[in-house]
Nanobody, 125 residues
């Protein structure tokens, strides 16, 4: 089992920044990739960004490119999502996810095996 705990959500004005953190515990040795997804009210969960624990390859949704940066601290078993230039449409619950199988890339929720409980991000206009 892998346990994921997110933090860092909150209320921010449009144009502002937030940094989300996700700390993993448990069978972290078997986690190949980590990702962030989000779900807005009435919408399906969507991919935001992902990163490999080893090598650090990163993957971004088009909506995140140029504004969000995913990074990792292997020593702390923690993944970060730095979000800049936030927009009201970024408002959602953000979920951290862990993939315990190797994939050539990570973009889809089906590729991830463990999920955090989510942290709310609200961007006011």
């Amino acid at each position: 089992q892998v346990q994921l705990v997110e933090s860092g959500g909150g209320l921010v004005q449009a144009g502002g920044s937030l940094r989300l953190s996700c700390t993993a515990s448990g069978r972290t040795f078997s986690s190949y990739g980590m990702g962030w997804f989000r779900q807005a009210p009435g919408k399906e969960r969507e991919f935001v960004a992902a990163i490999r624990w080893s090598g650090g390859s990163v993957y971004y949704a088009d909506s995140a490119k140029g504004r969000f940066t995913i990074s990792r601290d292997n020593a702390k078993n923690t993944v970060y999502l730095q979000m800049n230039s936030l927009k009201p449409e970024d408002t959602a619950v953000y979920y951290c996810a862990a993939a315990i199988y190797y994939r050539s890339s990570y973009y889809y929720s089906e590729q991830f095996d463990f999920w955090g409980q989510g942290t709310q991000v609200t961007v006011s206009s």
